[in-house]
């Protein structure tokens, strides 16, 4: 910027400069209040080195939100480009290719994944009646790869450049001829942390729901949210991998010179393209299943009424993550493949079309003569729907390989691809954090903030993305820079002022966390069942204790804490209390995280001493923890009957609310049960 002072330069590196400082001025800020308050043994004991899958999962969420701040910057920044890019606008092509590189990268593996990966952590074990996860420790592994990740994405802001290969990072753009910077390395190592540690949640998580459910529990009773969760562990069990396999070969490449997706040599780019998208498909319903779960939830709960079609939902859930691994070819129909070819992979896509509409009319036939109450999350989940069959018609016809040769590489696919991804992924994650925030962290959130957001995050969506279906179609090429043609402004700056509106959404989620952290006195729900829910996560107070239930219940059917309101069994103090035996806390999730980090980020610089030093220590760690023994700890049984008369206590001073004042500072988390939901 200095050296070459031109106009385009000093903007750039304004905006670079700016960008960095965010991450170190936030840095310095986070360590000097953590230093001011003493919080560092607390976030050590309490958190970092803490086992328990309701922590973790906040964590999870944590960092998704951190990390979604970044994106939605970086995203109105490629708007504001494009708004201006009429013959030029003020990012260079290198810079925005960085943005819609990063942007892409976070919000599919450092946004997405680690916010469906906490909600999941948070809400099934409590949903099957289990004390925690099969794997505790695991967990946290894979929470601090995942952080690791997170970790040099941001630093790449601060050192060096990220890639400007796109989320995907397709060779030979990204082999070292072509790219000899430090870019695609900055990107292969974040996603080989995050792919294995979410390979390692998914062995996890489904291990955990086949053999931690409780007494009663089988497969035909479980939560809607607990099979999407289920399904979405099997396919990251298997698309994971080819990721990993695909950034080690890409790695291989750069580093060794082995050819593997070169012209030359032997080597084929095309199988850089298949393994990708052999994960990077799947990868879709990965994201948006959990988000189906979510909603199935909340439509249920703010309806008053059991969820219609329980069973079709099942088994449209798995006939979905299923056909997820027959589409991936869909992403090459203009490659050269035969017309045969495209006709089979444009008839499995949309064959998924089937499940998907499916549970759209369950969903709708749930909501249908029952009670609704137009809540923050109910309010997500509408807007969902309404936005999500336009996406998913749009899906149809580009699974047609004549109508996609039309728009193939234009914003049309851009805005297809968000219009399935923000309502389906986005607004489900963000749903599912107003619907069990009370419970995770024991008082509700503001409802007025919570609405306003709501309405800019739908209003904001429509007005950024569905313009981009008409420039598609007006030929606007996708990640283009600038433009010549002046008919393409007025739809761009339509663009531009949604994600401005996205922003003040964005804006308006945190002054909302702020306004409920002040009052949260007011809102408070220690009963733990605002919302009259249907599920076990409900039936233990909010926050759940360590152990989540004091004692294991029995289930009887599905809807199992309606069950036991409607006959009388719910907040019953038990005979006899058990010692409860719980997972120590463990250092090991936080060192590896640590490790990895620091092994990435030797490997990104060459710095071969480093590298040789982690490899070292991670092997040492390993090896340490093989030989530990003392992994456990009891909780007294004196100390569960106390925790749980404290709890019952409350329960029976509490005043049950009705489904009109929920949202009234009344609601102490009493629901007052309406076994018939349904309006006559």
Request: aromatic share 14%; net charge positive; with cysteine.
């Amino acid at each position: 910027m200095l050296q070459r002072p031109t106009e385009s330069n000093i903007i750039n590196g304004c905006i670079a400069t700016a960008a960095a400082s965010m991450v170190v001025i936030g840095a310095i800020l986070l360590v000097t209040l953590l230093t001011r308050y003493k919080l560092w043994h607390a976030l050590w004991s309490d958190w970092m080195t803490s086992v328990d899958h309701k922590k973790i999962g906040i964590m999870y969420v944590t960092i998704a939100l951190v990390m979604l701040v970044r994106a939605l910057i970086e995203a109105a920044l490629m708007r504001g480009q494009q708004a201006f890019g009429l013959g030029g606008g003020f990012l260079s092509p290198d810079h925005f290719a960085q943005l819609f590189s990063t942007h892409g990268t976070i919000m599919t593996f450092f946004m997405a994944m680690p916010f469906l990966t906490g909600i999941i952590n948070y809400v099934m074990p409590l949903q099957i009646g289990a004390r925690d996860v099969s794997f505790p420790v695991l967990n946290s592994i894979s929470l601090g790869l995942t952080a690791a990740g997170a970790a040099l994405v941001m630093v790449s802001l601060v050192i060096g450049k990220f890639s400007t290969g796109g989320w995907f990072g397709y060779p030979p753009y990204t082999e070292a001829t072509f790219s000899p910077g430090v870019g695609p390395d900055y990107w292969i190592w974040a996603l080989s942390l995050a792919s294995l540690g979410s390979t390692f949640t998914g062995i996890n998580f489904a291990v955990t729901i086949y053999k931690e459910r409780a007494p009663g529990m089988n497969l035909t009773r479980m939560p809607l949210f607990t099979w999407t969760a289920l399904c979405t562990s099997v396919i990251m069990i298997f698309a994971m991998p080819p990721l990993t396999v695909a950034t080690a070969q890409l790695a291989l490449d750069r580093y060794l010179g082995f050819h593997f997706f070169t012209n030359a040599l032997g080597g084929n780019m095309m199988n850089f393209a298949n393994l990708f998208w052999l994960f990077g498909h799947p990868e879709v319903y990965i994201l948006i299943l959990p988000a189906f779960g979510v909603y199935s939830e909340i439509i249920s709960t703010f309806s008053g009424k059991t969820l219609y079609g329980y069973l079709s939902l099942v088994m449209a859930t798995m006939a979905i993550a299923i056909l997820s691994f027959t589409v991936w070819l869909h992403h090459f129909f203009t490659m050269g493949q035969s017309a045969n070819i495209n006709a089979v992979f444009g008839i499995a896509s949309m064959l998924i079309g089937i499940p998907t509409g499916v549970k759209i009319y369950d969903w709708m036939l749930t909501m249908f003569r029952g009670r609704v109450r137009f809540t923050v999350p109910m309010v997500y989940s509408i807007g969902f729907i309404l936005l999500f069959v336009l996406g998913g018609m749009t899906g149809i016809l580009l699974a047609d390989p004549t109508v996609d040769y039309q728009v193939h590489n234009t914003v049309f696919l851009v805005a297809h691809f968000h219009n399935v991804a923000v309502p389906g992924v986005l607004f489900g994650m963000i749903s599912a954090y107003h619907f069990w925030f009370p419970k995770a962290f024991g008082f509700r959130l503001n409802e007025r903030w919570g609405m306003l957001s709501a309405l800019c995050w739908i209003f904001g969506f429509m007005l950024a993305f569905f313009p981009l279906y008409a420039l598609g179609l007006m030929g606007l090429p996708r990640r283009t820079v600038a433009y010549a043609q002046p008919s393409y402004v007025p739809l761009e700056w339509a663009a531009f002022l949604g994600a401005l509106l996205i922003l003040v959404a964005l804006a308006a989620l945190a002054i909302q966390l702020w306004v409920s952290i002040k009052r949260r006195n007011e809102n408070r729900v220690l009963a733990g069942d605002p919302w009259d829910g249907r599920s076990l996560e409900w039936a233990v107070s909010a926050p759940p204790p360590e152990y989540n239930f004091a004692v294991i219940p029995v289930v009887k059917g599905r809807d199992a804490f309606t069950m036991s309101k409607e006959d009388g069994s719910a907040y019953q103090r038990a005979d006899t209390y058990k010692d409860i035996e719980l997972p120590k806390n463990s250092a090991m999730g936080p060192l590896i995280g640590l490790i990895g980090f620091v092994l990435a980020f030797g490997l990104v610089w060459h710095i071969w001493w480093i590298v040789i030093l982690a490899f070292a220590a991670a092997i040492a760690a390993m090896i340490i923890r093989g030989f530990a023994r003392d992994t456990t700890r009891i909780v007294p049984a004196q100390d569960v009957r106390q925790q749980s008369d404290r709890w019952l206590n409350a329960v029976a001073v509490a005043t049950a609310i009705s489904r009109a004042d929920e949202r009234s500072p009344a609601n102490d988390g009493l629901a007052q049960h309406q076994a018939n939901g349904v309006v006559p």
